[in-house]
């Protein structure tokens, strides 16, 4: 069973708090990047994968979707999610790591920032891979192991004064605990590599790959993330259910 | 026109000196994670570009290739190689930014730790497409951008006394100058992202991502190599030129 920390009312409040659960997919900076790697979305059937408040799917079914199925452990998040109805949209309570799903049932599998809570990814992509039509696509964010790597995370300043991200146990895959938003956040460290090839194994080809990083216009407009040049803070990935 | 740093003098000797230059691939620890990502030599043609010393293409004849062409920028390496003859293989002087192959021509491209001196690899991965046969393997390590990411590269040790790299513009790709071996040697530096986007931009399948990292059993024969487990130094990509 995956750590439902946002039910925990310490870390609700300050999730609930953050601009990206304030304004939505605008207030989510890797959103146009990752919006970019979406096939149009018309007549689709779309899973969503920890949907939290069911800004993506709201998204999805404006965009001509024509079913999102949003599924997430959080029973507040789901809650919030269901005050704002649309047809098309079903929400289910679900654990990510026990998720089952119907077969062949979806064009497109979407998951943002989720996957980096699951001890282990493989059992989540078979079911995807079951769960999508041939061909279909899946399209997820997850957080880059460069940020996740470190036993200490945060900045730190060279003998030259410059700002840096300093890394450690990259290469050792296991569980990081941190006091994100409230003490005892446990994520998932797997490097890229881990990532892409379980997605290789899993029978999905790999379309395209994004190491986050802010435009000038989105520096220009919001400076605090120019810091986001030095390390990146998110990995998305798009990959297709090989039909071979 | 590529730096050619490996004919000047100074870095010449410190390079003739590595573990790697003197005992081969064996000397090299990244050695056995890229050869498992290798296809069976027998019968192949190869190529292999950043050839240096030639280990590898004896490494291919003596494993069954049919045919291993070999090529380097640097005049002294390949005097070297030269000095180790063998039946099928074949060495050329080029600049790989500059690269010229003749179509379907090879069964595997092999490229070992020169890419990151290649400031756009788009005209090199075209010239490999068009090389490789239909299906046809391109294998290749480059430094990994962890590892050429710092303004300041090297060790420090945060505030509980662990040792940590820190990296600071990884988003920002560009040259980076260094003292590695001898002063001013200029690699580029370069994202996972933007390397594995260009293989897929220039008609390859990715089929395996390796961050390489030490086995237990080459840390207890190279304790030194235990520092690798914080920062990966080198990636390895597998990729086959796609039939569609």
């Known amino acids: 069973m995956s750590q439902n920390v946002y039910d925990r009312p310490d870390f609700f409040a300050a999730y609930s ?11 989510a900076p890797e959103w146009p990047a990752l919006q970019a790697m979406l096939p149009p979305m018309q007549g689709l059937r779309v899973a969503d994968l920890g949907c939290g408040f069911g800004w993506f799917c709201r998204w999805a079914i ?6 999102v199925f949003g599924v997430d452990l959080s029973e507040q998040m789901l809650a919030r999610a269901a005050t704002f109805p649309m047809r098309g949209i079903t929400y ?5 790591s026990a998720l089952q799903l119907p077969a062949d049932s979806f064009d497109l599998v979407f998951s943002a920032l989720a996957l980096h809570y699951l001890p282990d990814i493989a059992p989540l992509l078979a079911t995807v891979h079951a769960a999508l039509v041939p061909g279909g696509r899946f399209v997820f964010s997850t957080e880059h192991p460069i940020f996740t ?6 900045w730190a300043t060279d003998e030259a004064g410059r700002r840096t991200w300093p890394i450690d146990r990259y ?13 005892g956040v446990v994520k998932y460290h797997r490097t890229i590599a881990t990532t892409v090839n379980a997605l ?21 407009a ?5 810091q986001e040049r030095d390390r990146p803070m998110f990995l998305l990935i798009a990959a297709r259910r090989s039909d071979e």
């Open 62 to 67: 404006d965009h001509g979707a024509a079913s």
């Open 222 to 226: 919001r400076p605090e993330l120019e």
């Open 17 to 27: 708090g953050l601009r990206r659960s304030v304004e939505g997919l605008d207030g």
């Open 92 to 96: 289910q309570r679900a654990d990510l």
């Open 149 to 154: 790597a470190p036993s200490l995370p945060g």
């Open 200 to 220: 290789l194994d899993g029978g999905f080809t790999l379309t395209r790959l994004h190491e986050f990083c802010p435009t000038s216009e989105q520096i220009a």
């Open 171 to 183: 290469l050792v895959e296991a569980a990081r605990t941190t006091d994100w938003l409230a003490p």
